[in-house]
């Protein structure tokens, strides 16, 4: 059996609705790369910012900073430490003005900050007072 195309609402393709979201990220940061990351393409600046994929329902954009964001039209959903998430399901919501104040200041907050270093330093030194750990024998 073929697959079907999937759709949102009124039947508009979400594979269009995911364009839509591509490319309202590359107009708003070109500078973005693509990285895969466990498996998915992630858009990366000087870390992890944007992440959007398509499910059988809807588009999902991850936003990977998304606690930090300011949500005043409430589009993100989750409750996880850091990540948050908005589900679209028409190229309307995906070019909406509340969708690209969201991308456009998780890029923002992206440029304002610096690398993180994710190289695997050797362990420090424990604290001023306090005991090393006794390698066991």
Known sequence: MPDRPR?????????RVEAAVHEVI?????????ERRWGHPWYVGNDLVVLPGTFSKHV???????????????????????????RLRSTR???????????REAVELDRRTPP??????????????????????
């Open 60 to 86: 999902g954009v991850e936003f990977w900073r998304g606690t930090s964001l300011r949500d005043p039209t409430h589009l993100l959903q989750g409750t996880g430490k850091n990540l948050r998430h908005a």
């Open 116 to 137: 993180r270093d994710r190289s695997n330093p050797a362990p420090s030194a424990p604290p001023p007072g306090r005991p090393a750990r006794a390698k066991p024998p």
């Open 93 to 103: 919501e995906a070019t909406s003005p509340a969708m690209i104040a969201l991308l």
């Open 26 to 34: 590359r107009a708003l940061a070109p500078e973005l790369r693509v």
């Open 7 to 15: 759709t949102g609402k009124a039947g508009e393709s979400l594979d």
